[in-house]
Every structure is written in structure tokens, then in C-alpha cells.
């Protein structure tokens, strides 16, 4: 079997990991998923999904296993990562034995089933510190809260190997980068927060993974929905027709689980403001269930939100629409709240980030026509 051919078989096994029996695996032996998001997934598809930025691992141990720690088993299966890592990470909660949670101490035993979700080191030597102004919320020794722009890039990857944000971060820090624990992709705006140092980030991104951080987004979005709130609960899966996309799963068991909650906060008739709450963190999770719903993001293009959906079929009309896509030339989407618990102290933190120009123009730009329109009927 070819190197990459075998690479390939060895990814899909560890990602099956979590789904599948302990049988998949002989004693003795492990897996690991090391996905790298910029193979497959391009620049401005990174949004969200934070299980992305992990590596899953799996161990079975030898019928003849010795009792040793837990920290010292894992740091001999794992030689490009050191102990004190691995036992950061087991403090952090991200190591399971036979299903429960481990300490380091823990003595492993013959056949112990050893299951470890891990994220990515700080893999950016390579990246060079650019000086790029960043809108920087708030910073301590541990963490650094960022509200980004729309436009740039989160990390470099195909076709964007500079002027990103971590070019920009490296550059703040002296030289120092800065370690992701989540994304927003390119064209949305607004909180994000990244680790400076290692505890940090095994922390934080632990309460990604396990969805316990506090994120609402403001979407501008098509049509006049229905309800006033509601749930968006269906598994997300690439679209077969456009690997740049993703799709709502027609198979309930295929895709990966996914749930937004939404509240509209303002409506204009052909256009509505909402409010966001992810549940969970997927590709482009948002987009997806809002095109689902049947309301895509104001000028998705990816998500055929860029033209005209909505509305009158008057010149007087389009011409008002086109001069909204002018006003606000991305999708309508803003990472408005962030919500964790602070890596060393235990303190909630909580971030606001206020809606970007661009998008309060357009809003302004509607109220006033929704307003002529309402008078014009009265």
C-alpha cells in the first residue's frame, strides 16, 4: 500500500474512532486523526468548525502491559510530545480510560482502552510576524481577544500565506505566536479569542469542543421569517456537488450533528435581522441552516444569497437592492458575543463586539425604506 494511500486509510479509521467499537482496533495498537484543515478545506471555508483544529487518538494496551502512569504510557506512544503536555492535557479532562475520565496517576492496565482528543501544537514557525493593526478587546498573559475585520483571513493557508490574522498576532507578541482554539472565516466579522500560551490553549479549546463557550452571531438574512425564534437541528455534510460547500444531510445518520437556535430581531419584509446561538460549531453552520430554512445570508454568494431573492420586480426596487450589495459587499454575518471561562483564573469572561459598519448601513438603509414604503401605503 502507498504511503499516501495508507495515510488516507489510517485518517479515516481514527475518524470512524468515536462511532465505532473498541473492536476496530487490536491491542497494542493505535490511530490518529491528523487532519490538516488546509488540505481540503480553503481559505474562506475554515469558519467555526473548532473539531477541526484536534487530533484524535486511540490506544489499546498489550495483554502484557506493565501497570505504569497514565502521563508516562501516552508520552511513549506520542515522541514528538512531551510529558508535562500530556499531563496538561489529562488535567484539562481530555483524556478517557475505558470511557471515564483519568488522572496522570493512573496505572495502566492490560487491555485498557485509552481514547484522547488533542489539539494541534503550535504549528506556525514558519509564519512571519506582519504588522497588521488588529482591534485588540482585551489581553492578559494568558489569552488575547481579537475582534477581527471582515476580509481577512484567519490563518494562512491556500492561497493566503500572508496578511492574516496570526501574521498580525505574531507580530503584536514580539515574535511570539499566538495559538488558535477556534475560527471565523474571512468575510465574518467580529470576537475571536486565541491563547498565548499552551495551558491556555488545551483549556479554551476544551470548552469549544465541548461546547460550553457562549457565542451569539447577528445574521442578516432573506425573506421575512416565520417564526419569531426557533430551532435549526440537522446534520451538516459536504455538498456533493461543491466540495466548497455544505449541505443539510438528507440522512438523519450521515453529516455531522449540528443545532442553531435563531430569535429575529428586526424585520423588513424581504430582509430579516436575527440573532444566532450555535450549539455546536460546524463549517459553515450558520450558512448552511439559514439556507435550509430557506433565508440565505444577505450576499452569501457562496450560499446564493448575492442576488436578488426577495421583493418587487420593479427597476426602482432592484436598483435600491444592488446599491445594498455595494453597502454591504460580503454575507451578513457578525460574531457579536463571545462567552468562556478564563484558563487560570476560573472567571467567566464575557466579550460584545458592536455590529460592523457595513452592516449597520445596510440596516439603516432598509429601516428607511421599509419607513417610504409604510407611507407611501398609509
Aim: proline share 3%; with cysteine; hydrophobic share 35%.
Amino acid at each position: 500500500m502507498g504511503s499516501a494511500k495508507k495515510k488516507n486509510t489510517v485518517k479515516k479509521l481514527a475518524f470512524s474512532l468515536s462511532k465505532q467499537p473498541s473492536e476496530l482496533l487490536q491491542e497494542g495498537e493505535s490511530a490518529l486523526l491528523n487532519y490538516d484543515s488546509t488540505e481540503e478545506i480553503q481559505d474562506d471555508t475554515d469558519d467555526e468548525n473548532v473539531e477541526e483544529l484536534f487530533e484524535h487518538y486511540k490506544f489499546i494496551a498489550d495483554r502484557g502491559q506493565s501497570m505504569v502512569r497514565l502521563d508516562k504510557y501516552i508520552t511513549s506512544k506520542m515522541f514528538e510530545t512531551s510529558r508535562s503536555r500530556v499531563q496538561m492535557a489529562i488535567e484539562a479532562g481530555y483524556v478517557r480510560v475505558n470511557g471515564a475520565v483519568a488522572k496522570s496517576n493512573y496505572k495502566v492496565k492490560p487491555l485498557d482502552e485509552i481514547q484522547l482528543v488533542f489539539p494541534y501544537e503550535k504549528r506556525v514557525r514558519d509564519i512571519g510576524p506582519e504588522n497588521i493593526p488588529l482591534d485588540i478587546v482585551y489581553e492578559d498573559d494568558d489569552v488575547l481577544v481579537i475582534n477581527k475585520e471582515a476580509g481577512m483571513v484567519v490563518h494562512p493557508g491556500h492561497g493566503h500565506f500572508s496578511g492574516t490574522l496570526v501574521n498580525a498576532v505574531a507580530y503584536h507578541l514580539g515574535g511570539e505566536h499566538g495559538i488558535l482554539v477556534h475560527r471565523i472565516d474571512k468575510d465574518t466579522s467580529g470576537i475571536l479569542v486565541i491563547a498565548k500560551n499552551e495551558e491556555a490553549q488545551l483549556k479554551l479549546a476544551k470548552q469549544f469542543f465541548d461546547h460550553t463557550t457562549k457565542r451569539k452571531y447577528v445574521a442578516i438574512v432573506w425573506g421575512n421569517i416565520d417564526q419569531d425564534q426557533g430551532t435549526i437541528d440537522g446534520n451538516i455534510t459536504r455538498d456533493e456537488s461543491d466540495r466548497m460547500r455544505f449541505t443539510v444531510s438528507k440522512d438523519p445518520s450521515k453529516g455531522k450533528h449540528a443545532v442553531t437556535h435563531y430569535r429575529v430581531l428586526e424585520r423588513f419584509g424581504y430582509i430579516t435581522v436575527v440573532e444566532c446561538i450555535l450549539e455546536t460549531g460546524r463549517t459553515h453552520q450558520i450558512r448552511v441552516h439559514m439556507k435550509y430554512l430557506g433565508h440565505p445570508l444577505f450576499n452569501d454568494e457562496r450560499y446564493g444569497g448575492n442576488r436578488i431573492l426577495q421583493g418587487t420586480i420593479f427597476s426602482k426596487y432592484r436598483q435600491f437592492m444592488e446599491n445594498c450589495f455595494k453597502v454591504l459587499p460580503r454575507q451578513g454575518l457578525h460574531a457579536k458575543t463571545l462567552g468562556f471561562v478564563h484558563p487560570s483564573t476560573g472567571e467567566q469572561m464575557n466579550f460584545d463586539s458592536p455590529l460592523p459598519e457595513d452592516m449597520k448601513a445596510l440596516i439603516q438603509k432598509m429601516r428607511a425604506y421599509t419607513g417610504q414604503r409604510k407611507e407611501a401605503e398609509d
